[in-house]
């Protein structure tokens, strides 16, 4: 009867355990997946890219209290089995033990049950009736906090709370490893409390334009990586390669009317730039050289060199942003720097890398590239930029005239698929030899990424749009010496009792000059950028032509034409008007080159671009395609000067060898093959 009750005492306990040991098992396990939550993979959210957090702590938080209550009525059920047992073999051993204590006491000995259970489960069984003792208290500690009837969970369970959303979705726990979850002291229930009363802490400032990816735009760099840093210096690399086959194929290589491209059917170095960023302490300054055709062709454009001494174009000619400020911590930042700055009035950037296209349409080609003067930048909110400036002129490195130009920029980027941006100028006096007229312009452009999906073979497309307007205006004057002045405003037929007429308005009235264009592009990328192919265009009308790029003419320069251009002349309601068209593929192997591929055709209303004959006169002595030095004067084929400003007094002084002239066309077709780096 003994071995009977011993072993019905061992298999009860052994029962008990495994089922305790299944419990334990069964918290272990995550839940099955609610329906809704489940669903939901098969029907997720209209915005796409959001981050949604399932909350793993969930199960945790069924554990304690439905687990925890079996574990404990197991136990009591246990105690309650085994103590009849005891009793009912004390009863029957109690003669015996009456008769002889000492065998009594060796009776009970042998009939309890501890003695013939293995010291594993007894290790189990004390180790699961601390468990439930630590539950209780646990539970009775949250009550006295004044938070939910659930234990904390394990560090690797848990959610951090800047991830978990605010209203928490239906529960989806991720796989936990079957181990029992590891206790928590009170201390990091209270202070897990006191975290969750606290205040939020205060968001931090960030760089303007810094939250969101901006490498689409156009005239914006496309890295996303800094190639070289350190915390004084930010070093910067540009190289900009091309070959340009002109349809025309002048004789004398020459391209004019373009900012970009200079020499027909060969290769050339556009640009070769080498400086960076100096930032230390709240102050900065940037330096960017400019070796190569650059170097060149953007002083020419500029007459204000010819006003006064020391060769402004020689001392600046190699420069094309030098500037130094200081940053001061005020509202999201604010910038003052001095020197010569990117004006980005046109959208498109001075600097071909950046550019969705190598030669823009013409309210960017004809706009200015740089100011010399103050800007100070503001940054109310970190989407929006307010820049005033204070310069010499329109993209000028000294003042044409006495009055300084003013103007600004105001660039909004409320979202990260649009960008918006308005450049404004007045004031000026930017006729050289003219002080009496005086210069407004604005320029206006919208950037939308209208498609972004980088997880497909067509990823990206986007567009852009720019708006020009501006004119200038003063009226007909005499000076002391004798120089009349033809005034010109910004309508017209402008009355004016001072203005003697001229070849396309009569006397009395000031003729309109004006300036007003647009221009449109359509960028795609493909596979994750690596590919794009864009195609857009523009046209202008500009009466007065004070906006035109000046044909290189015998060499002729923006200095020179202020006296006189014979073969382009740049007068009070000259007519001109023109339009392009471009289609553009890159290649972007990597974020610091792009080899490109371009062709344009530009059309013009008047004789303009370069022809086959060329803009080289014959030099003297039969030299060919030589300048002879005096663009402002009629040249002769035998290589001479005419050294007469008009037509009637070229031809009497040429004589027998006649008046040279260009050959210009009213179209233009090119194929540019370029090479883009920059780190």
């Not at 086959?245 to 002048?250: C, K, T």
């Amino acid at each position: 009867m003994k071995l009977a009750v011993v072993v019905l005492c061992v298999a009860a306990c052994s029962f008990l355990l495994r089922v305790l040991a299944a419990l334990f098992k069964e918290a272990a396990i995550p839940a099955p997946r609610p329906l809704r939550a489940y669903l939901a993979k098969f029907h997720p959210r209209r915005s796409r890219g959001e981050l949604i957090v399932m909350p793993t702590y969930a199960l945790h938080l069924k554990f304690p209290m439905k687990t925890g209550q079996r574990i404990v009525l197991l136990a009591i059920l246990t105690l309650g089995l085994t103590l009849p047992l005891h009793s009912q073999q004390a009863i029957e051993s109690g003669p015996t033990a009456l008769e002889n204590p000492s065998s009594a006491h060796s009776a009970q000995d042998a009939a309890s049950p501890t003695q013939n259970v293995p010291p594993e489960i007894l290790k189990q069984l004390e180790a699961l009736t601390r468990r439930v003792e630590h539950l209780e208290k646990e539970l009775r500690a949250h009550e006295v906090a004044g938070l939910p009837n659930t234990p904390v969970a394990s560090a690797k369970a848990s959610v951090p709370t800047s991830l978990a959303p605010a209203t928490p979705a239906e529960p989806v726990p991720a796989p936990v490893a079957n181990v029992p979850v590891q206790p928590v002291p009170m201390t990091s229930v209270t202070t897990q409390a006191q975290a969750s009363a606290a205040p939020p802490a205060k968001k931090q400032k960030i760089a303007p334009f810094s939250d969101w990816d901006w490498t689409w735009l156009n005239g914006n760099p496309r890295n996303k990586d800094t190639a070289f840093d350190s915390p004084f210096f930010t070093p910067e690399i540009r190289a900009d390669a091309t070959y340009d086959y002109d349809f025309n194929r002048p004789k004398d290589n020459s391209i004019g009317g373009s900012s970009e491209m200079f020499r027909a059917n060969e290769m050339q170095l556009e640009q070769l730039g080498v400086g960076g960023d100096f930032h230390y302490d709240n102050v900065r300054a940037r330096l960017m050289t400019q070796y190569g055709m650059y170097s060149s062709a953007t002083p020419r454009n500029d007459p204000s060199t010819a006003k006064g001494q020391w060769d402004l174009d020689t001392a600046y000619r190699y420069i094309s942003e030098a500037y130094g400020g200081y940053h001061i911590n005020a509202l999201n930042g604010i910038n003052i720097d001095a020197g010569i700055f990117m004006s980005y009035i046109g959208l498109f950037s001075y600097y071909n890398y950046d550019n969705w296209a190598y030669q823009p349409s013409y309210v960017s080609s004809n706009t200015p590239w740089f100011f010399n003067g103050l800007r100070i930048q503001i940054f109310p909110t970190p989407h929006l930029k307010i820049e005033p400036w204070i310069i010499n002129g329109w993209q000028s490195y000294g003042s044409a005239n006495s009055r300084k130009g003013i103007g600004g920029q105001i660039k909004w980027t409320p979202r990260p698929w649009i960008n918006v941006i308005s450049n404004n100028y007045g004031v000026g006096h930017d006729d050289l030899y003219v002080p009496n007229r005086q210069r407004i312009h604005t320029d206006d452009s919208v950037e939308i990424k209208y498609y972004d999906h980088p997880e497909r073979m067509l990823d990206k497309m986007a567009f852009t749009f720019t708006g020009d307007m501006g004119c200038e205006f003063g009226s007909s004057q005499t000076l002391s010496n004798g120089t009349y002045l033809q005034g010109v405003g910004c309508h017209g037929n402008t009355r004016d009792k001072n203005s003697v007429g001229g070849d396309y308005f009569n006397a009395g009235i000031n003729p309109k000059q004006s300036f007003i264009g647009f221009m449109l592009y359509n960028r795609i990328w493909f596979k994750k950028d690596k590919y794009a192919f864009t195609i857009g265009g523009g046209k202008i009308n500009n009466p007065g032509r004070y906006l035109v790029l000046l044909p290189p003419i015998n060499g002729e320069t923006a200095p020179s034409a202020s006296i006189n251009s014979p073969y382009f002349s740049e007068n009070p309601s000259d007519p001109y008007k023109a339009w392009d068209s471009s289609i553009t593929f890159d290649y972007m192997p990597r974020q610091w080159i792009t080899f490109r591929w371009e062709y344009d055709y530009r059309h013009a209303s008047v004789p303009y671009w370069t022809g086959q004959g060329g803009i080289t006169p014959p030099g003297a002595g039969g030299v060919p395609y030589t300048n002879n030095g005096y663009p402002e004067y009629y040249a002769c084929n035998n290589g001479n000067s005419s050294m007469s400003l008009t037509l009637s007094g070229a031809q009497a002084t040429c004589g027998s060898s006649g008046v040279w002239f260009p050959d210009l066309r009213r179209d233009e077709q090119f194929i540019d093959l370029d090479i883009l780096v920059k780190f």
